[in-house]
């Protein structure tokens, strides 16, 4: 940990925004049902490999389990281990599905559940499944398979790759009608996937005939059918029938122009040399020694094409990454490139002469060296999935790869991966996910290498990327095994393992368990003192993280007296203009404006105004929240007109500076259209809360507290022009919302429950209003104390029942910075 604040170390810094919520940005239009041009393909179908092999017994195999008996089987599980042709056989089905005019062909990369929801929503939106809107796509997705179930269109679903099997539940597709088929792909012999009436397929090496069939073709259509010879048969015995080794082999040959004679006795020679590979001991998916020979065998021409000495370091690079794929990008950064140049091999006679740096290019081409001899696959088109490496070959890399070598390696891959991190990944949800995968698998391999050094950054980053994604659940596991994987490699009292306990905390708020961030909070802000001392940067921002908690939570009493001890403690010792110490200002005026004391927040949200302006600019995001946060204040007190001109103001700047959908754009614009109303330019205030809801849905999710309360200021505008009925629909489900999200007893829940009994009330509903807001005042006096403002306007709603009015985000709202 730094001593820089709480920009560096903690999960999210106090007076922060959390954006965006969903699983994906997502957002297309959807197509009319009687637009739709049939057939269909989604996904991408994988290219059958050069000299394919139908394997007919194999696929009477996968007939027969299909038709059991004279009922039909709706799904088939293809299973066996990494390279023996799983996805190929299906990509051949797929193939003659579509060539035989089956109405819908879906390909879904199935090794994460997140890419089947995604890709069934895409599939919902295309088919004009009843229900798909194109906003959220888990409901596309259902509504996607409720479509599969009932319609008469004859289709194919392939699940390729599924790695989760209880992450599948609740996805796998049915079909009432008998018009479909589902083909899976899986690596697992688990019983869980072949649940529900699904039917097991095992697929093997090719038969000896297939093996020798395959060489005859691949060399010939390569014109380098002369490499084949009397030894073709004993070659395939010794690669073991494995589709993948022979692949590998057949390219070798090619292009170092070697019979089959010639390559098995380099390939017997080596193989002697790797028994410390792989060990009968350690083979346990049942390849043998011969996958990783052929790969090494391949690896030594790949070592001496320009640019020379680069494929095997390149090699081991890719191997510690997701073999799914990662961004081409990552090759061109100063990480890599730094890591090639050291670790170059070259000819003893040149081992002395210095040597210029390798380039991004070289480093690039080194890649296209390792796709030639098919070590790995390039595919620039894939984007953020551009260069894959099969599991096995990964594997046997590593395990080639000196255990020296590890934690370089491990640093190296780790640094990359950040340096292509965009600082605001929402907008890149596809890249996000990648970058999220391939940490995850870096860190597997990696162990404690990853964390012992700088290059752990990339970790916390990754548990940023799932917190501001909104994926909830994702990110609470993600941050507990974090927490519990830093105590472990870095002992109980590191600094590091407070800072992912920091983060553990923070997405327990997100996910709307208070009480346990809350308490979490406390004892890291205890143990940081007693570690760091009291006066550390990061002592600091725990015990103003812990304020914002509390203020968050309701308890805005206890927050005031955190927040003016760490305003003065940074003002003494990190200085009045450090960014902390603004943002501790600006924490504190927002606290002070919760509890009535208006004129203090006044005063001290100019003063952050005139020291961000002058620290950072008048077009700094935090100069604009600065000037948001005093029209919502003055908007408090009634100084309407004023608050309506800097909103004003602000929104054109944050449209200019961030962009129409930022979310700080789109909080500005709900002020600014609630400022309209209370003015009575309710028409105005509707047109932009409309536009916001529809932002925000599209950007953080339907569920996000933003998202919520832009709808409920929408419901205020409707109800204020006359539009009971849909200002009611809307609040509904809010208070529905907001009590699954954030707890029955959470301030923004009691508001909304007291906003929808003055709906009824003005709806005729007066018996039910009025239980509603006297339960609602008796739950502010309980949760948040008799004198709160917001126990007094529910006392006040209560009396008079005068709807209140609401506004949106520009209260205090979270952002901890992440590593």
Known sequence: MGAGGDATHNAVGENSRVYDKRRYEYHVHPAAADTVRWPLEVGSVPALASAFQPRSALRERVDAARSSGNAAVLTQVLSGGGGVGKSQLAASYAAEALGDGTDLVLWVPATEVQQVIALYAQAAVQVAAPGAVGINPEDDARAFMAWLATTPRRWLVVLDGIADPSGMDGWWPASRSDSGWVLATTRLQDARITGGGRRRVNVDVYTAAEA????????????????????????????????????????????EDLNCAEYLVRFTDRRRQLDHVLPPTADTEGYGRQVAATLLLSLDAAQRTEPAGLAEPALRLAALLDPAGHPHTLWTTPDICDYLTQHRTRPAE??????????????????????????????????????????????????????????????????ALLRIWPDVDQHHPALAAALRTNTDVLADHAGDHLWQSEANRVLFRASRSLFESGLTTASTAYCQRMAFDAEHFLGPEHPDVLTARGNLAVSYSQAGRAEEAIALEEQVFTDSRRILGPEHPDTLASRANLATSYAEAGRTTASIPLLEQVLADRVRIIGPDHPSTLTT?????????????????????????????????????????????????????GRTNEAITIEEKVLADSKRTLGPEHPQTLTVAANLAASYSQVGRTKQAIAIEETV???????????????????SNLAASYSQVGRTKQAIAIEETVVAARERVLGSDHPDTLMARSSLAVSYWQAGRREKASAILEIVLADCERVLGPEHPNTLKARANFATVDRRSRRGGARRTRWRPWR
Do not use: C, F
């Open 585 to 637: 200002r600006g924490n504190l005026a927002a606290s002070y404006r919760e509890v009535g004391r208006i004129a203090e927040a006044i005063t001290l949200e100019k003063q952050v105004i005139m020291d961000r302006t002058r620290i950072l600019g008048p077009d700094h995001p935090t100069t604009l929240g600065a000037q948001a946060s005093l029209a919502v204040s003055y908007w408090e007190v």
């Open 212 to 255: 020798l069939a395959y060489l005859q073709v691949r060399l010939a259509d390569d014109d380098a059918g002369h490499l084949l010879d009397t030894a073709a048969g004993d070659l395939a015995e010794a690669l073991g029938y494995l589709p993948l080794a022979l692949g590998h082999a057949a390219a070798y040959m090619i292009n």
């Open 693 to 711: 809801v529809a932002a925000y849905e599209r950007v953080l999710g339907s569920e996000h507290p933003d998202t919520l309360t832009a709808r």
């Open 350 to 415: 040149t081992a002395e002469i210095p040597q210029d740096p390798v380039t991004p290019e070289q480093a690039r081409a080194s890649l296209r060296t390792l796709h030639q001899y098919a070590l790995l696959n390039v595919d620039t088109r894939r984007e953020h999935r551009a260069v894959r490496i099969h599991a096995l070959t990964a594997r046997a890399a590593r395990e080639t790869t000196p255990a020296a070598d590890l934690p370089t390696l491990a640093t190296t891959t780790g640094g």
